[in-house]
């Protein structure tokens, strides 16, 4: 009898992938800070160039669909296997539920759109392999204590910047470009366009697999640019300038910040 494949695995194949995937933005903890500024925001004496900046809004608006629409979570055991795009489609439903209902508080509030995007985005992606993938070579040297405060803290950066996508997000639907049946394999990219009033469509890749009889989200791929694979660039440079503690501490710096901001901007809005 054959032994059972370790599904948490990052296989070698698997970062080769990664390591393939075409990138343009080459700091992702920077697009983390536009983001909790404000989407759309292009301040005097930015040095960001108007290609990369206009990269950076769709980025933000269109991460908030790769990663919430791909953070989903289905039974593999149920007498009825839902295909991934049945799946991903009836996220999307709920969204836009969701902003229909919560839209006004969702202006207003930040710290409620932070706990509704945890509530949503959490549960359903798997963060352990996720951070593994986004830190490379490093999350394999760091010890048990540091790959536990890590994925806490990139955890809590990845569910803070896609709130902010949330407050900003419109109306949407989802066109796609695959169609897998459930029991087709383990590790699946579901691949989509996101379709917009008066914009371009915009493709989106939903890198999902299959633990315990569950499908989890671990990447998304917008207009070729893979989420992981930026991030890893710009976590590589950090632990090389000033060792893992030190990224853990600016992500955790980064997190404070923006949670302080929110509550602030909460207060003031109460007050006046």
């Not at 991460?63 to 919430?68: E, I, P």
Request: proline share 3%; glycine share 6%.
């Amino acid at each position: 009898m054959g032994v059972a494949p370790n599904r948490n695995k990052i296989t070698t194949g698997m970062r080769k992938r990664f390591s393939r995937t075409p990138g343009r933005l080459t700091d992702p903890l920077k697009i983390s800070r536009a983001l909790a500024a404000g989407l759309g925001n292009r301040r005097r004496g930015n040095t960001m160039s108007y290609r990369r900046s206009t990269c950076m809004n769709r980025l933000g608006i269109v991460a908030l669909v790769g990663l919430l629409l791909s953070a989903l979570s289905f039974s593999a055991c149920a007498e009825k296997l839902m295909a991934p795009e049945k799946a991903v489609q009836d996220i999307s439903d709920q969204l836009k539920l969701i902003l229909k209902r919560d839209r006004e508080r969702i202006k207003t509030d930040r710290a409620y759109v932070f706990q509704l995007a945890d509530e949503i985005v959490a549960p359903h992606v798997d963060f352990n392999r996720l951070s593994g993938l986004a830190l490379g070579k490093h999350w394999r040297r760091a010890s048990a204590e540091q790959k536990q405060e890590f994925m806490r803290q990139f955890q809590r950066m990845l569910v803070r910047t896609y709130a902010t996508a949330f407050r900003e997000f419109g109306d949407w639907s989802i066109r796609f470009l695959s169609r897998h049946n459930a029991a087709d394999a383990d590790d699946i990219t579901v691949r989509s366009e996101i379709l917009r009033p008066g914009a371009p469509p915009t493709s989106v890749d939903y890198r999902m697999y299959r633990k315990n009889g569950t499908w989890k989200a671990y990447d998304v791929v917008i207009e070729g640019i893979s989420l992981v694979t930026n991030y890893r660039s710009s976590f590589a440079k950090e632990v090389r300038r000033s060792g893992m503690d030190g990224l853990i501490k600016r992500i955790t710096r980064l997190n404070d910040k923006r949670m302080s901001a929110a509550k602030e901007s909460h207060r003031e809005k109460n007050s006046s």
